[in-house]
């Protein structure tokens, strides 16, 4: 087991040059430049509510839009928590976390399994929250789930404001995670009949 818990990635390509250093036993602080303010607010959401710690740069072509950036930091995010978490042995493994927003109801259950999967169902009644394409919240969670190697359940219950609606998935998101990444004292080894995860 990692005993700090912590990774760092460096991810340069052509379209984006990336920093990040996450903790999942944190104190729930960011430290967040992604150059995508609506990302970045999710992010300083989903870092609070986890209890985590992130610190992210982000370089990237939102010239163009902001597609590469956002599914490039799911992409660091993912390896960062997969790395950090190590053998995952002593850890709940599952998660589960309801979060009422407003007029919106999200949920997000997720499962440590080494197995990707990615099932959305959010239906957001605007294409954009400002500047931002609502389309990339699911390219953002499928990267993160794919390269996390995690099974993550997103459901938006019901909203009709989508920045409501989104931002009850990254808090969710982070509180699930968070229980999820937790050592119950009960659990000896892995948290599976296979003998790893």
């Known amino acids: 087991m990692n005993e700090q818990r912590q990774a760092i990635i460096d991810r340069k390509t ?14 729930g602080d960011a430290d967040l430049n992604t150059g995508v ?23 990237g072509d939102t010239e163009i839009d902001d597609h590469h950036t956002t599914e490039d930091i799911g992409i660091c ?18 998660g589960n976390a309801f979060v009422p927003m407003d007029e919106a109801l999200a949920q997000v ?31 953002f969670l499928w990267k993160l789930a794919l390269e996390a190697r995690i099974n993550l359940h ?17 808090k969710a998101l982070g509180r699930a995670l968070d229980e999820a990444t937790q050592i119950d004292p009960r659990v000896k080894g892995v948290p599976s009949t296979k003998g790893m995860l």
Do not use: C, W
Request: proline share 3%; hydrophobic share 35%; aromatic share 10%.
């Open 109 to 139: 259950v997720v499962d440590l399994s080494n197995r990707p999967h990615l099932e959305f169902r959010a239906e957001f009644p605007s294409g954009r929250v400002g500047s931002f394409d609502t389309e990339l919240v699911h390219e």
């Open 37 to 59: 303010p609506f990302l970045t607010h999710m992010l300083d959401l989903f870092t609070k509510h986890g209890h985590f710690d992130l610190n992210l740069k982000a370089d």
């Open 77 to 94: 995010l993912g390896q960062a928590l997969r790395e950090a978490l190590g053998d995952k042995k002593g850890i709940k493994r599952y």
């Open 154 to 170: 997103v459901i938006v219950h019901y909203g009709h404001n989508t920045h409501h609606m989104i931002e009850g998935v990254f």
């Open 14 to 27: 052509n379209e984006t040059d990336i920093s990040l250093s996450f903790n999942v036993d944190g104190n």
